[in-house]
């Protein structure tokens, strides 16, 4: 039996937290729009349907609703802060504007410990945000809890499985609110946690399998977390109809190519088609200094440089793309109607349209870190799974001015040694990101009692969850040092090394 809750977003910056708790206890779910109707989610049969806050005040003529029939399909409803006041709303209770509003750090007092906040105790501390809360209770419903400010924190019908939070469950400033939505899926909704990574890859390449039937897949293969698993995944249900295409243009970091040549083509076995267009790339950045240009220039030709490599492949019907739920969720409209639909994410911008080739996204309903555990059940190197994000337009980035051979050599040196260093300290999975980048600057320094003037390298390692916002990664001064040492007397044309200390915002991770 397939598992499935409904997440409805009503505009909550914390939507996707609830899915990823979700799945936590390895219950799957997804996330819809408000304009979800009624009969969608019947044939969708999920055991259960949560409703997410929202920056919207149902006192306010167009805040979104739901389609009231959805009340009428007897599955357990969750509905949190917005969705709590939308619930009362419908059933005819009093919302409105709170004379104290909550916000932050609230005691909980738990009147009722059924069900909802089953082995919790008397009180609990949770995340308020809030500007209106529930005045009257709707007929047929009882409150469970209460806070100083608020007589019902939280209510339930006294009939059917429909409840409501004004708090935040899903936010770590509610240290118990997982065991509350544990306490929803399992004793509310009947769940089983039947999701697994073992799952999903059975059934992935059962679809995989069913939907290329007899044709054949190409993918771009850059080395990272994405496309590398998705690879292993197309490979596992496709064998040799997988084609992988590895573009080394010429931007990549200390033997990355070789490194990637070897996980796939020799320990894998993988279809894997290897182009080395570093001159051309390098020709086409020739004196470009403006970093949006760069990110043209190189989007562009590798398209150019993939399209024709993969017309020389035959039966080729699907284009493969690394597409991750976050991009699904974040191109589908809040508050669309109908008509609002999941744009296509295309790695190889524009390349579907030109080759006339169908799109296959066998990661398309997993976040970031599930792609991680995916990874590991599937048996990728750890190298790979736990690797660094890495722009698209690699090194040209980090370099700020014009790119030239020497000067890519330079920082991939640089690099290549502040990576080793993390390695050796333990402290390259403790942060979120680290690169090197080499400065378009030169500064006179001393080496051998001669005066040298020479580049200058900027560290920068940051921590960060999603990458949305990100702090400067407190690094031990001894590992600084020992980098520093390494690069300026290991990398010829470097007398300088300096640490960034910005986080984001304002600044960006990247430099460009």
């Not at 790339?281 to 590798?302: M, S, Y």
């Not at 994410?345 to 599930?370: T, Y």
């Not at 001015?401 to 040694?417: C, H, N, P, Y």
């Amino acid at each position: 039996m397939k598992e499935l809750i409904i997440i409805i977003d009503f505009g909550s910056q914390y939507s996707q937290l609830i899915a990823r708790r979700v799945r936590e206890y390895n219950v799957y779910c997804e996330i819809y729009p408000p304009n979800i109707t009624a009969e969608k989610i019947k044939k969708l049969s999920p055991q259960g349907i949560i409703f997410s806050g929202g920056p919207s005040s149902l006192t306010q003529k167009h805040a979104p609703r739901c389609d009231k029939a959805i009340f009428k399909l007897e599955i357990p409803i969750l509905g949190i802060c917005y969705g709590m006041q939308l619930i009362a709303h419908h059933f005819k209770g009093t919302v409105g504007k709170s004379s104290a509003r909550e916000y932050g750090k609230t005691e909980l007092y738990i009147d009722t410990s059924k069900q909802l906040f089953s082995g919790l105790g008397k009180k609990i501390i949770t995340w308020m945000s809030h500007e209106d809360k529930v005045k009257k209770l709707p007929k047929d419903f009882l409150a469970l809890a209460h806070t100083c400010n608020s007589k019902i924190a939280s209510f339930a019908h006294k009939k059917r499985p429909i409840f409501g939070l004004q708090f935040h469950p899903e936010v770590v400033h509610t240290p118990k609110g997982k065991i509350i939505l544990k306490n929803f899926l399992f004793k509310v909704c009947g769940a089983k946690g039947l999701w697994t990574m073992q799952s999903f890859i059975k059934e992935s390449i059962s679809q995989i399998r069913e939907k290329v039937q007899d044709d054949s897949v190409v993918l771009g293969l850059s080395g990272g977390v994405d496309s590398s698993v998705g690879a292993v995944l197309l490979h596992k249900a496709l064998g040799k109809r997988l084609h992988c295409i590895f573009v080394n243009n010429g931007l990549l970091r200390s033997q990355e190519a070789e490194k990637v040549k070897n996980t796939f083509k020799k320990h894998y076995r993988m279809n894997f088609h290897y182009v080395n267009a570093e001159k051309l790339f390098l020709k086409q950045l020739k004196g470009v200094t403006d970093p949006e240009k760069k990110r043209k220039i190189i989007g562009k030709l590798f398209i150019h440089v993939f399209e024709t490599e993969a017309k020389k492949l035959k039966n080729i019907k699907y284009l493969a793309q690394g597409t991750l739920y976050p991009d699904v969720i974040e191109s589908q409209s809040v508050f669309g109607g109908p008509s609002a639909v999941i744009k296509s994410h295309h790695n190889v911008g524009g390349l579907p349209k030109k080759m006339q080739l169908k799109l296959i996204e066998p990661l398309r309903f997993l976040f970031k870190d599930e792609v991680r555990l995916l990874g590991k059940a599937l048996r990728v190197p750890e190298a790979i799974i736990n690797r660094h994000p890495f722009p698209g337009p690699g090194l040209a980035i980090r370099i700020l001015g014009s790119i030239t051979k020497e000067r890519l050599d330079v920082l991939r040196q640089a690099d290549k040694r502040f990576i080793e260093e993390l390695k050796n300290a333990g402290l390259y999975n403790k942060v979120w990101q680290a690169l090197s980048v080499l400065l378009p600057v030169k500064s006179v320094g001393v080496m051998g009692d001669e005066r040298t003037y020479e580049n200058t390298i900027a560290l920068r390692a940051v921590t960060s969850v999603d990458g949305m916002t990100a702090d400067w990664a407190k690094l031990p001064m001894k590992v600084l040092e020992t980098v520093s040492n390494r690069i300026i007397n290991e990398v010829k044309g470097v007398n300088r090394v300096v640490y960034d200390i910005s986080s984001k915002p304002p600044a960006t991770i990247e430099w460009e």
